[in-house]
Nanobody, 115 residues
Framework: QVQLVESGGGLVEPGGTLRLTCTAS????????MGWYRQVPGKQRELVAEITSGGIDHYVDDVKGRFTISRDNAKDTEYLEMTGLKPEDTAVYYC?????????WGQGTQVIVSS
């Protein structure tokens, strides 16, 4: 059974740090590009960061310099280290895996940035 399971979300104060973890199972994770999207109610899901199967990373402008994506293929896991969190980072964060034409999604983990 294919699964992507996120963890690490929660409530954090502005300026704080969280690390999200996504653990993959049931498919050949190391062949897939991986990444994180986020979504707030009433808005479309948006890309946050992605990392290719070869380890090349990409970030949207909003999070450059604050977020770091990484992957550990031996553990079938990817991470999103989020620092300098802002209230506008509040969202449900989703892990995904993509190898055309196949894509998989996790169920999401809530991140709330508030004092």
């Amino acid at each position: 059974q294919v699964q992507l399971v996120e963890s690490g979300g929660g409530l954090v104060e502005p300026g704080g740090t969280l690390r999200l973890t996504c653990t993959a199972s049931g498919f050949g994770h190391r062949n897939y590009d991986m990444g994180w999207y986020r979504q707030v109610p009433g808005k479309q899901r948006e890309l946050v960061a992605e990392i290719t199967s070869g380890g090349i990373d990409h970030y949207v402008d909003d999070v450059k310099g604050r977020f770091t994506i990484s992957r550990d293929n031996a553990k079938d896991t990817e991470y999103l280290e989020m620092t300098g969190l802002k209230p506008e980072d509040t969202a449900v964060y989703y892990c995904y895996a993509y190898w055309a034409p196949t894509e998989y999604w996790g169920q999401g983990t809530q991140v709330i940035v508030s004092s």
